[in-house]
């Protein structure tokens, strides 16, 4: 088993930054796949960004890339995600995830086995 907790998220004004964080706990080992998700208001989910472990190859949507940046910290056993040049229309709660799996399908939903409880974030001025 694994567990994920997120944290980090916040209100901010259009063009600020946040770092997201998901604390990873538990069975770590092996071939995983972490990834950020995110559900917006009157939407389904979708995939922001995927990192692979090991290795740290990363996997972007084509909405947040340049925006945003995944990373990890594999002493913490930390995902992260920055946030930057936030829009309003970033707003919603975004997720933590993982499945043992390589990464080059990140952004389906199916097959990730591990989520967090989601962390909110708010862009408005």
């Known amino acids: 088993q694994m567990q994920l907790v997120e944290s980090g998220g916040g209100s901010v004004q259009p063009g600020e930054s946040l770092r997201l964080s998901c604390a990873v706990s538990?069975?770590?080992?092996?071939?995983?796949?972490m990834s950020w998700f995110r559900q917006l208001p009157g939407k389904e989910r979708e995939g922001v960004a995927a990192?692979?472990?090991?290795?740290?190859?990363?996997y972007y949507a084509d909405y947040v890339r340049g925006r945003f940046i995944i990373s990890r910290d594999s002493a913490q056993n930390t995902l992260f995600l920055q946030l930057n040049s936030l829009k309003p229309e970033d707003s919603g709660m975004y997720y933590c995830?993982?499945?043992?799996?390589?990464?080059?399908?990140?952004?389906?939903?199916?097959?990730?086995?591990?989520w967090g409880q989601g962390t909110q974030v708010t862009v408005s001025s």
């Open positions: 995830a993982a499945k043992r799996d390589s990464c080059p399908s990140w952004s389906s939903l199916s097959r990730y086995s591990f």
């Open positions: 538990g069975n770590i080992g092996g071939r995983l796949c």
């Open positions: 990192i692979t472990i090991p290795g740290s190859s990363k």
